[in-house]
């Protein structure tokens, strides 16, 4: 049965943070609000973790997963950025933008595009993800809360409780988030490339 914390979307508890990523350190696997959605969260490492997201979204091997992290610098351990990438990340981040980048040599091969070698970056702007990251001092290895069959990914923390309390390790209430996907932006050539539109193209375009 999941533990169900409620965490200031604004102002999240130390207290609760640290538990959150005492579960995450333990191999837990947790639900959390991001700036866009509602996501699947685990360590990188662990591997037990990623297989429960595969069953739990039904998602196939060439699923595009994503790390969150906290600032560039941790970026360029895990992504590969040429200086066109490392201005534009700089200038959209926090925010709703998903960036494609090519992984290096520390990204586990489980977590990159089957053959494309690439992984999603996101730099969320919610003080609930950030304190989670910063906490966790790694990259937070996540996966929109979308469940099969459906396109929208869950909104209500109550309605998440109710239909995964049993499939996950925690559920963090920052508050009901209205989904709006990511804009994703490939930048594995030299001009970053808008894949697909999202909430963030609006300021990417302004």
Excluded at 26 to 47: H, Q, W
Excluded at 75 to 90: C, D, G, M, V
Aim: hydrophobic letters at 35%.
């Amino acid at each position: 049965m999941a533990q169900y914390f409620h965490i200031h979307p604004h102002d999240p508890q130390p207290r609760l943070i640290r538990r959150s990523v005492e579960i995450l350190r333990e191999g837990g696997l947790i639900v959390y609000p991001t700036d866009s959605a509602y996501a699947f969260g685990c360590r990188m490492e662990n591997k037990d973790a990623l297989e429960r997201i595969r069953r739990l979204r039904q998602l196939q091997e060439d699923h595009h997963f994503t790390l969150v992290c906290a600032d560039l610098s941790q970026i360029s351990t895990f992504a590969k950025i040429n200086n066109e990438a490392f201005r534009l990340i700089k200038s959209l981040t926090p925010g709703p933008y998903t960036f494609i980048l090519p992984a290096t040599r520390e990204t586990p091969r489980r977590l990159q595009h089957p053959k494309r070698k690439t992984i999603g970056i996101r730099l969320p702007d919610n003080p609930i993800t950030l304190a989670l990251v910063a906490e966790l001092n790694a990259p937070l290895f996540s996966s929109t809360l979308i469940l099969p069959g459906e396109e929208d990914a869950l909104t209500d923390p109550e309605d998440i409780r109710r239909r995964l309390e049993k499939a996950v390790d925690l559920i963090i209430d920052g508050g009901a988030v209205a989904y709006a996907p990511t804009t994703v932006i490939g930048c594995t050539e030299d001009k970053p490339e808008i894949l697909r539109p999202g909430k963030g193209i609006a300021a990417l375009t302004g």
